[in-house]
């Protein structure tokens, strides 16, 4: 249902419902919950893959077939616990998440895809909304989140439509950061977490912390938290560790 694979200080979790288009039962999003805390208590993971498997789906939603046989299952839809909410369950690990987004991401699947902070497509990946052709509205930040990426007319077209995004179209209006052939959605996603895991994970925490919390806010406050947060950890740097850490940077520049 769920894998977890370690690759050095990479974590790639799959959902493994191929047969189900990866949809997100009531026991997969425990079973996300479940590993996202994990990878992220784990002192010798600095970076996690999100991935969906087979190339049919990253995830297709709440899984529809569950929800239409249980009259409680609706409440996941709003349900803010992330035990039961997989966006909250991304949310909670503190360490870069990279999406490899492989077939569609409908739905649920697309604000799953939104939690991540890097979203890698293949050429046959596709994205839709389809909350108002299901008659439920977005519970998990979609209907806020996707106009604050692609624009208000943007988003508007593709949530009062329900049609899809292809892939290039994606890439094109910024939704995802590149497009790439299907055999390498992996490899490329993997050589970026390899990349990214080169910085301390404290580093790469308290960084993605200052990105999403000043973007939640106006910009001018956003400023604010950046110099609050900024001057107390950099005066904690000194000048000893800079030095390292410029001949590091020094290093990597010649060899890229």
Known sequence: MLDVERRGPVAIVTLNRPEAMNALSKALRKALFDA?????????????????????????????????????????ANDQDARSNPVRAVETCRKPVIG??????????????????????????????THARVGIMPG????????????LYRAKELSLTGNFLD?????????????VPAADLLPTALKLAEDMATIPVETLSFYKRLIDDGYARSF?????????????????????????????????????
């Open 36 to 76: 996202m805390t994990a990878v992220d208590a784990d002192p010798d993971i600095a970076v996690v893959i999100l991935t969906g498997a087979g190339e049919r789906a990253f995830t297709a939603g709440l899984d529809l077939k569950e929800l239409g046989g249980d009259p409680d299952a609706m409440s996941a």
């Open 100 to 129: 490899a987004i492989n077939g569609v991401a409908i739905t649920g699947g697309f604000e799953l895809a939104l939690a991540c902070d890097v979203l890698i497509a293949s050429e046959n990946a596709r994205f839709a909304d």
């Open 140 to 151: 998990w930040g979609l209907s806020q989140k996707l106009s604050r990426l692609v624009g």
């Open 167 to 179: 892939a290039r179209t994606a890439a094109d209006w910024g939704l995802v950061n590149r497009v």
């Open 220 to 256: 001018g406050d956003g400023l604010a938290l950046e110099h609050e947060r900024s001057s107390g950890h950099n005066r904690e740097v000194t000048p000893e560790r800079v030095e390292e850490r410029r001949r590091q940077v020094m290093a990597r520049g010649r060899s890229q």
